[in-house]
Antibody, heavy 123, light 108 residues
Framework: EVQLVESGGGLVLPGGSLRLSCAASGFTFSTYEMNWVRRAPGKGLEWVSYISSSGSTIYYADSVKGRFTISRDNAKNSLYLQINSLRAEDTAVYYCARGFDISGSGSPWGDYWGQGTLVTVSS | EIVMTQSPATLSVSPGERATLSCRAS??????LAWYQHKPGQAPRLLIY???TRATGIPARFSGSGSGTEFTLTVSSLQSEDFAVYYCQQYNNWPPLTFGGGTKVEIK
Protein backbone atom coordinates (compact mmCIF):
# COMPACT_ATOMS: atom_id res chain seq x y z
CA GLU A 1 0.00 0.00 0.00
CA VAL A 2 1.32 3.41 -0.98
CA GLN A 3 1.75 5.74 1.97
CA LEU A 4 3.06 9.28 2.33
CA VAL A 5 3.40 10.55 5.89
CA GLU A 6 4.39 14.14 6.60
CA SER A 7 5.89 15.39 9.84
CA GLY A 8 7.74 18.37 11.24
CA GLY A 9 5.03 21.00 11.34
CA GLY A 10 4.37 23.20 14.32
CA LEU A 11 4.05 26.70 15.71
CA VAL A 12 6.91 28.99 14.78
CA LEU A 13 7.66 32.68 15.19
CA PRO A 14 7.81 34.96 12.14
CA GLY A 15 11.29 34.72 10.69
CA GLY A 16 11.75 31.23 12.07
CA SER A 17 12.52 27.95 10.38
CA LEU A 18 11.19 24.41 10.17
CA ARG A 19 12.12 21.24 8.34
CA LEU A 20 9.23 19.21 7.01
CA SER A 21 9.64 15.54 6.16
CA CYS A 22 7.62 13.11 4.08
CA ALA A 23 8.21 9.40 4.58
CA ALA A 24 7.24 7.31 1.58
CA SER A 25 6.47 3.60 1.49
CA GLY A 26 4.76 1.03 -0.70
CA PHE A 27 6.34 2.12 -4.00
CA THR A 28 9.70 2.65 -5.66
CA PHE A 29 10.36 6.15 -4.35
CA SER A 30 13.48 6.68 -6.44
CA THR A 31 11.59 6.62 -9.73
CA TYR A 32 8.96 9.20 -8.77
CA GLU A 33 9.05 12.95 -9.03
CA MET A 34 7.75 14.54 -5.84
CA ASN A 35 6.06 17.78 -4.87
CA TRP A 36 4.99 19.89 -1.92
CA VAL A 37 1.56 21.54 -2.04
CA ARG A 38 -0.02 23.67 0.67
CA ARG A 39 -3.45 24.88 1.68
CA ALA A 40 -3.70 28.05 3.73
CA PRO A 41 -6.74 28.61 5.97
CA GLY A 42 -9.71 29.69 3.89
CA LYS A 43 -7.78 29.37 0.65
CA GLY A 44 -7.26 26.79 -2.07
CA LEU A 45 -4.46 24.44 -2.93
CA GLU A 46 -1.14 26.03 -3.89
CA TRP A 47 1.76 24.15 -5.45
CA VAL A 48 4.97 24.97 -3.58
CA SER A 49 7.87 22.95 -4.98
CA TYR A 50 8.95 20.09 -7.25
CA ILE A 51 11.94 17.77 -7.26
CA SER A 52 12.86 15.27 -9.95
CA SER A 53 13.40 11.60 -9.15
CA SER A 54 17.17 12.03 -8.95
CA GLY A 55 17.01 15.42 -7.26
CA SER A 56 18.81 17.11 -10.12
CA THR A 57 15.91 19.34 -11.15
CA ILE A 58 14.07 21.56 -8.70
CA TYR A 59 11.36 24.20 -9.08
CA TYR A 60 9.69 26.58 -6.64
CA ALA A 61 6.65 28.80 -6.60
CA ASP A 62 7.60 32.46 -6.74
CA SER A 63 6.01 32.97 -3.31
CA VAL A 64 8.63 30.74 -1.63
CA LYS A 65 11.67 31.08 -3.88
CA GLY A 66 14.80 31.91 -1.91
CA ARG A 67 13.24 30.86 1.41
CA PHE A 68 12.27 27.20 0.90
CA THR A 69 14.57 24.33 -0.09
CA ILE A 70 13.31 20.97 -1.30
CA SER A 71 15.47 17.86 -1.13
CA ARG A 72 15.16 14.08 -1.07
CA ASP A 73 17.04 11.03 0.13
CA ASN A 74 16.20 8.08 -2.08
CA ALA A 75 18.08 5.68 0.21
CA LYS A 76 15.74 6.67 3.04
CA ASN A 77 12.60 7.01 0.88
CA SER A 78 12.17 10.52 2.21
CA LEU A 79 11.30 13.97 0.91
CA TYR A 80 12.11 17.17 2.76
CA LEU A 81 11.21 20.84 2.75
CA GLN A 82 13.40 23.28 4.63
CA ILE A 83 11.38 26.43 5.22
CA ASN A 84 13.17 29.56 6.38
CA SER A 85 12.26 33.21 6.98
CA LEU A 86 8.69 32.17 7.71
CA ARG A 87 5.90 34.68 7.28
CA ALA A 88 2.31 34.69 8.50
CA GLU A 89 1.16 33.95 4.98
CA ASP A 90 3.09 30.66 5.05
CA THR A 91 0.61 29.35 7.64
CA ALA A 92 -0.91 26.31 5.95
CA VAL A 93 -1.22 22.57 5.89
CA TYR A 94 1.67 21.24 3.82
CA TYR A 95 1.15 18.08 1.77
CA CYS A 96 3.60 15.95 -0.11
CA ALA A 97 2.19 14.67 -3.38
CA ARG A 98 3.50 12.05 -5.74
CA GLY A 99 4.31 13.21 -9.23
CA PHE A 100 5.09 11.31 -12.38
CA ASP A 101 6.92 7.99 -12.51
CA ILE A 102 9.97 8.19 -14.77
CA SER A 103 9.97 4.41 -15.19
CA GLY A 104 6.95 4.78 -17.44
CA SER A 105 4.25 3.11 -15.36
CA GLY A 106 1.81 5.79 -16.48
CA SER A 107 0.61 6.59 -12.99
CA PRO A 108 -0.90 10.06 -13.01
CA TRP A 109 0.37 13.15 -11.21
CA GLY A 110 -1.19 13.52 -7.79
CA ASP A 111 -2.48 9.96 -7.40
CA TYR A 112 -1.21 9.85 -3.81
CA TRP A 113 -0.96 12.57 -1.19
CA GLY A 114 -0.11 12.57 2.46
CA GLN A 115 -2.49 13.74 5.19
CA GLY A 116 -0.48 16.92 5.66
CA THR A 117 1.39 18.67 8.43
CA LEU A 118 0.27 22.01 9.84
CA VAL A 119 2.66 24.95 9.94
CA THR A 120 1.48 27.94 11.94
CA VAL A 121 3.49 31.15 11.84
CA SER A 122 2.51 33.47 14.65
CA SER A 123 3.97 35.61 17.38
CA GLU B 1 1.51 31.38 -15.49
CA ILE B 2 -1.73 29.64 -16.43
CA VAL B 3 -4.62 30.86 -14.30
CA MET B 4 -7.36 28.34 -13.53
CA THR B 5 -10.82 29.73 -12.73
CA GLN B 6 -13.53 27.56 -11.21
CA SER B 7 -17.23 28.27 -11.05
CA PRO B 8 -19.36 28.46 -9.10
CA ALA B 9 -17.52 29.04 -5.84
CA THR B 10 -20.30 27.23 -3.97
CA LEU B 11 -22.84 24.78 -5.31
CA SER B 12 -25.85 23.76 -3.22
CA VAL B 13 -27.22 20.40 -4.29
CA SER B 14 -29.64 17.88 -2.82
CA PRO B 15 -28.51 14.25 -2.42
CA GLY B 16 -29.33 12.29 -5.55
CA GLU B 17 -29.16 15.34 -7.80
CA ARG B 18 -26.62 16.04 -10.52
CA ALA B 19 -23.76 18.47 -9.93
CA THR B 20 -21.87 20.21 -12.70
CA LEU B 21 -18.64 22.04 -11.90
CA SER B 22 -16.72 24.22 -14.36
CA CYS B 23 -13.06 25.04 -14.79
CA ARG B 24 -11.55 27.48 -17.26
CA ALA B 25 -7.87 27.89 -18.14
CA SER B 26 -6.39 31.23 -19.17
CA UNK B 27 -4.73 29.48 -22.11
CA UNK B 28 -4.94 26.02 -23.61
CA UNK B 29 -3.82 23.15 -21.38
CA UNK B 30 -4.77 20.51 -23.96
CA UNK B 31 -6.16 17.59 -21.96
CA UNK B 32 -3.61 17.92 -19.15
CA LEU B 33 -6.22 18.66 -16.53
CA ALA B 34 -6.99 16.89 -13.26
CA TRP B 35 -9.82 17.11 -10.72
CA TYR B 36 -9.42 16.53 -6.99
CA GLN B 37 -11.84 16.11 -4.10
CA HIS B 38 -10.75 17.51 -0.75
CA LYS B 39 -12.41 17.01 2.62
CA PRO B 40 -11.31 18.65 5.90
CA GLY B 41 -8.51 16.77 7.63
CA GLN B 42 -7.98 14.42 4.71
CA ALA B 43 -5.55 14.13 1.83
CA PRO B 44 -6.77 15.48 -1.51
CA ARG B 45 -8.11 12.64 -3.65
CA LEU B 46 -7.43 12.41 -7.37
CA LEU B 47 -10.71 11.88 -9.24
CA ILE B 48 -9.96 12.56 -12.89
CA TYR B 49 -6.79 13.01 -14.94
CA UNK B 50 -6.24 13.60 -18.62
CA UNK B 51 -9.47 15.63 -18.44
CA UNK B 52 -11.69 12.54 -18.65
CA THR B 53 -9.96 9.45 -17.23
CA ARG B 54 -11.20 8.28 -13.86
CA ALA B 55 -8.47 7.49 -11.36
CA THR B 56 -8.26 4.05 -9.81
CA GLY B 57 -11.20 3.28 -7.56
CA ILE B 58 -13.25 6.35 -8.46
CA PRO B 59 -16.97 5.60 -8.88
CA ALA B 60 -18.53 5.90 -12.31
CA ARG B 61 -20.82 8.71 -11.13
CA PHE B 62 -17.81 11.03 -11.49
CA SER B 63 -17.03 12.07 -15.06
CA GLY B 64 -14.84 14.70 -16.65
CA SER B 65 -14.99 16.36 -20.04
CA GLY B 66 -13.45 19.16 -22.04
CA SER B 67 -10.16 20.13 -23.61
CA GLY B 68 -8.22 23.27 -24.35
CA THR B 69 -9.56 25.90 -21.97
CA GLU B 70 -13.00 24.67 -20.87
CA PHE B 71 -13.54 21.69 -18.59
CA THR B 72 -16.41 20.15 -16.65
CA LEU B 73 -16.66 17.73 -13.74
CA THR B 74 -20.05 16.06 -13.42
CA VAL B 75 -21.30 14.04 -10.49
CA SER B 76 -24.34 12.25 -11.82
CA SER B 77 -26.10 11.54 -8.52
CA LEU B 78 -24.60 13.10 -5.42
CA GLN B 79 -24.05 10.83 -2.46
CA SER B 80 -23.57 12.05 1.11
CA GLU B 81 -19.84 11.35 0.91
CA ASP B 82 -19.46 13.61 -2.15
CA PHE B 83 -20.00 16.87 -0.28
CA ALA B 84 -16.55 18.42 -0.31
CA VAL B 85 -14.37 21.00 -2.08
CA TYR B 86 -13.34 20.19 -5.64
CA TYR B 87 -10.27 21.57 -7.40
CA CYS B 88 -9.10 21.50 -10.97
CA GLN B 89 -5.37 21.55 -11.77
CA GLN B 90 -3.40 21.96 -14.98
CA TYR B 91 -0.13 20.15 -15.59
CA ASN B 92 0.38 21.11 -19.22
CA ASN B 93 2.63 24.11 -18.82
CA TRP B 94 4.67 24.34 -15.65
CA PRO B 95 6.24 25.43 -13.42
CA PRO B 96 4.15 26.57 -11.81
CA LEU B 97 1.56 23.85 -11.52
CA THR B 98 -1.68 25.72 -10.93
CA PHE B 99 -4.96 24.91 -9.24
CA GLY B 100 -8.32 26.56 -9.50
CA GLY B 101 -9.75 28.30 -6.48
CA GLY B 102 -12.10 25.44 -5.73
CA THR B 103 -15.84 24.75 -5.75
CA LYS B 104 -17.49 23.83 -2.48
CA VAL B 105 -20.34 21.38 -2.98
CA GLU B 106 -22.71 21.67 -0.05
CA ILE B 107 -25.98 20.03 0.96
CA LYS B 108 -29.03 21.99 -0.12
Amino acid sequence: EVQLVESGGGLVLPGGSLRLSCAASGFTFSTYEMNWVRRAPGKGLEWVSYISSSGSTIYYADSVKGRFTISRDNAKNSLYLQINSLRAEDTAVYYCARGFDISGSGSPWGDYWGQGTLVTVSS
Amino acid sequence: EIVMTQSPATLSVSPGERATLSCRASQSVSSNLAWYQHKPGQAPRLLIYGASTRATGIPARFSGSGSGTEFTLTVSSLQSEDFAVYYCQQYNNWPPLTFGGGTKVEIK
